[in-house]
C-alpha cells in the first residue's frame, strides 16, 4: 500500500503560480511511477503529467503547453507539479497517484493504483 498526501493548492489570479506537493509513504517511494491528473467540475478526471521512477522520464498534456513541471524528490519521497501562467480553465482538484509499472510512464487513469486526496486549484480571471 501506498498513502499520497497533496498539498499546496489554494486560490491564484490568472497568470499566476503554484506548486503542488505529494508526499508518499507506506512503499519505496523509487518503485513507482508518478502522475499527476485533474477533473473539473463536470467533467472526467484527466492526465495532466506524469514522472518515470527514475525522474530521467517525464510526460505532459498536450493542454500544458510547457506551463507545467514535474519533478521528484526521492530523498523526501515527494513529487512536485510546478504550474505557471495559470488561468481559468486550470481550475479544478489536482490529484497525485502513483503507479507500480516501471516499464513506462502511462497516462491512463485506470493503470494507476494508489491515489490521494486531491488538491483544490482555483484561478481566477
Known amino acids: 500500500q501506498v498513502q499520497l498526501v497533496e498539498s499546496g493548492g489554494g486560490l491564484v489570479q490568472a497568470g499566476g503560480s503554484l506548486r503542488l506537493s505529494c508526499v508518499a509513504s507506506g512503499r519505496t517511494f523509487s518503485d513507482y511511477n508518478m502522475g499527476w491528473f485533474r477533473q473539473a467540475p463536470g467533467k472526467e478526471r484527466e492526465f495532466v503529467a506524469a514522472?518515470?521512477?527514475?525522474?530521467?522520464?517525464?510526460k505532459y498534456a498536450a493542454f500544458v503547453k510547457g506551463r507545467f513541471t514535474i519533478s521528484r524528490d526521492s530523498a523526501k519521497n515527494t513529487v512536485y507539479l510546478q504550474m505557471n501562467s495559470l488561468n481559468p480553465e486550470d481550475t479544478a482538484v489536482y490529484y497525485c497517484?502513483?503507479?507500480?509499472?516501471?516499464?513506462?510512464?502511462?497516462?491512463?487513469?485506470?493503470?494507476?493504483?494508489?491515489w490521494g486526496q486531491g488538491t483544490q486549484v482555483t484561478v481566477s480571471s
Open positions: 497517484a502513483a503507479d507500480r509499472s516501471k516499464v513506462f510512464i502511462r497516462t491512463s487513469l485506470g493503470q494507476y493504483d494508489y
Open positions: 514522472i518515470s521512477w527514475s525522474g530521467g522520464s517525464t
